[in-house]
């Protein structure tokens, strides 16, 4: 039987409050804040109002592991212990920002202590656990298939004491946001290497270089995903310091498998927790709407959608804490299975969750007048986000045969 420690299950008791006491009553406030702003990624009040009960609460920085305890005012959590958290979190998109634990900025947080320098922490690891400044990783580009991370072409030159960087980036995260300052970016710095993956470096680059050009925001499902945003950029002649470099020269894939693996469950994480909101939602509104002379809820198709989703929402969470259990025994790396067996299953089952419960909600499941539509996109966009489906099942079938019928 899993077990959560006592300092997850005094934080799961102080969030489920502070979320029914500050975060759900302020669901409105923050789309009135998010209409009313002069840009759709400008800062909105209510975030910081938040952050700042959130800091004086103790939730903050809450994903920081035990090995990077020094970077927090905890302990540092495990991933099985972090995973119930995320999930509460889950249950407003826009929350973990609140607690400063949402993504890109997590994952990128986590490369600055693993394979940061002194200086690189000091100038932007400080502020993003501050919560006062913003962060993007640039990987994904529109011209080549990015989910093979050995294609990506952006050039990363050396020239005298600069990096100069060309090339174009799309799908990334936090970049329209007013606060992002800074960008990881990854890129070819040695295309000729024999060794595919010794071929990418990546390198720091602030937001505002010249050079460094912001083509447009990006829209899934039509969501833009204000106020953080996704964007396309353009890098024409980006000149950096040398010292920028993350780790060192042709270290950037190895980076990028660092980052991935925790980033990859956190969605799951986060996911859950949208996925029971919505079964939740569905089941007051099957209780209070009627047709046909009975409640919703009588109706043996509506009980059998509300059986299998709950079912679901239990699986998910299973594998999700069986996966971060061996996270957490054996790394990242050590659980690739069980990480790609998460992702490649928990978006999915999410989706259709959610799309079960639209369905419930009639048509105004549909529109923003419900946290429904908004939570499906994002199930549905992280089937791509960190690797498309296919790539991690192709990789885990590969895995598993050989597991069996190996030498």
């Known amino acids: 039987m899993f077990a959560f420690s006592d300092q997850s299950m005094a934080y799961q008791a102080q969030l489920e409050t502070f979320m029914e006491e500050h975060v759900l009553p302020n669901e409105h406030t923050y789309a009135e804040q998010l209409a009313a702003a002069d840009s759709r990624f400008d800062y909105l009040p209510i975030m910081d109002d938040l952050k700042a009960k959130a800091k004086a609460a103790g939730l903050w920085n809450l994903f920081v592991p035990p090995s990077h305890a020094e970077f927090c005012d905890h302990d540092g959590l495990s991933n099985f212990d972090y995973a119930p958290l995320a999930e509460i979190m889950g249950r407003v998109l826009w929350s973990p920002e609140v607690f400063n634990c949402n993504a890109p900025d997590t994952g990128n947080m986590e490369v600055f202590m693993k394979y940061g320098t002194p200086a690189q922490q000091e100038q932007w690891l400080t502020p993003l656990l501050n919560g006062e400044i913003r962060s993007s990783y640039a990987m994904t580009e529109p011209q080549v298939a990015s989910s093979d991370a050995t294609n990506i072409e952006l050039s990363i030159r050396q020239e005298g004491d600069e990096w100069v960087l060309n090339g174009r980036k799309w799908f990334i995260t936090g970049a329209m946001y007013e606060r992002c300052k800074i960008f990881i970016v990854m890129g070819k710095s040695d295309p000729d290497n024999p060794n595919r993956h010794k071929q990418q470096s990546q390198v720091l680059v602030p937001k505002g270089t010249p050079g460094l050009d912001i083509i447009r925001p990006l829209t899934t499902l039509g969501y833009d995903d204000a106020p953080i945003g996704h964007a396309e950029l353009v890098f024409n002649d980006v000149r950096v310091p040398l010292e920028n470099v993350l780790l060192g020269k042709a270290r950037g894939f190895e980076i990028a498998q660092g980052r991935l693996g925790p980033g990859r469950i956190h969605h799951c994480m986060r996911l859950i927790g949208a996925a029971q909101r919505a079964l939740e939602l569905a089941c007051h509104r099957v209780t209070n709407r009627s047709t046909f002379g009975r409640s919703l809820g009588q109706h043996q198709s509506v009980r059998e959608d509300i059986a299998r989703s709950f079912s679901e929402i239990e699986m998910m969470r299973l594998l999700v804490l069986k996966t971060c259990s061996k996270m ?79 030498d």
């Open 328 to 406: 957490d025994e054996v790394g990242a790396k050590g659980a690739m299975d069980l990480i790609a067996a998460s992702k490649t299953s928990v978006p999915l089952m999410a989706q259709n969750i959610i799309d079960r419960c639209m369905q419930m909600h009639g048509a105004g499941g549909l529109t923003e007048d419900y946290c429904m539509a908004e939570a499906f996109n994002y199930a549905r966009w992280c089937r791509q986000a960190d690797g498309p489906d296919q790539v991690h099942q192709m990789a885990l079938g590969k895995l598993v045969i050989n597991r069996y019928c190996g």
